[in-house]
């Protein structure tokens, strides 16, 4: 399997990677780097934006338009511009969270997930927008991450990083209200393996395919890791780096899988053996993945 990165500079933390249906270009975050990436394959031309505050994600929308979700809000930006709106203000205290994984669902909807950055207890939460402004959907976790939906529309998934678990629910498409949590998968913690043990890493940003199998970035497991909708471990992507943060498929055919990825914080032994490390990934796959859905704006 033949594994690439792109020509641009590496990120301190890469996120949220977002093929953009119409601009055929992709778009990803570095969330304390704060900064917007933008790359055309085609004209392999790169472009970036920076922001005051630290970047969660970001989503397209019907308009032309992305949502970027920063510390304090969730804003409208232009990348044709520049121009930036408040869509919706942070409902939390920004000095102890921050938004952060986000996804939209085959209906337009814009969800986004907290992360409560202290990580000693289980107050994030995750949010769905609406036209009267954000709503507290779920709660009970503390990194909020591994957002996808089926191909159906019918399953939603979503993962507690640092309770190294995801979870499926189901979701009525229709008025956009998840039900019935489950364990999905569940990953052994660090202290499960001695110290020279194979930590196979904890679960982050995550993707569905067109067979409805979701793809989900192990951080600090240096894989990615594909399961059918049933559960089971179909196939694993050994990296050439440490942390994987999240997938997405991308490309005309959609069969090519982006793959963000963090080096801050990172030792420099392991940055020196992985030097790719904050870099975008790129390879390709058998099953194509599914057209990101645009956020419809009111």
Known sequence: MDIERLPVEPCLLGESPLWHPREQALYWCDIPGRTL???????????????AHDLGCCAACDDGTLIVAQRDSLLGFDPATGGRTVMASAPYDTAFERFNDGKTDPRGRFWVGTIYEPRDQRLASLYRLDPQGLQRVAGDITTSNGLAFSPDGRTMYWADTKAHTVTAWDYDLKRGEPANRRIFARFDPPAAHPPSGDYAGRPDGAAVDSEGCYWVAMFEGG??????????LLRTVQLPVRCPTMPCFGGADLRTLYITTAREKRPADELAAMPWSGCVLQLRVDVPGLPATLVRQP
Request: hydrophobic share 30%; glycine share 8%.
């Open 37 to 51: 990436h933008r790359y055309d394959p085609g004209s392999q031309a790169h472009a970036s934006w920076a922001f």
């Open 223 to 232: 894989r990615v890791l594909r399961y059918s909708p049933e559960g089971e």
